[in-house]
């Protein structure tokens, strides 16, 4: 039996509908809590090693961060860190995490 799979493009295309405000803070972290499972959803399957991490941090973010900490407006920051090549890796890393949610 094999794994459910999370693409690169699907965690994008649902950042990318909380940017345009098609879906709001609840149902982007709802769709986290139900499709992040590391033990049982393989994240990123045929990804290069920094595209999985990345991966896995945006998710494992918006899945335990309090609501009113999202901040939609910096959506853009966890694609970019998403879709980095390795060398902006560590920068697109830092970007999200200073600036994706209010402190």
Partial sequence: MSQANISKQQLIDQLTAWQQAKIDNEQLQDWMVTHYDPDEVDIGLGECEWTIEAMNIVMNEYEIAKLDKFRQE?????????????ARFNQTRHLFLQDGFKD
């Fill in 74 to 86: 910096n959506a853009q920051l966890a694609i970019d860190f998403i879709q980095a090549e390795e």
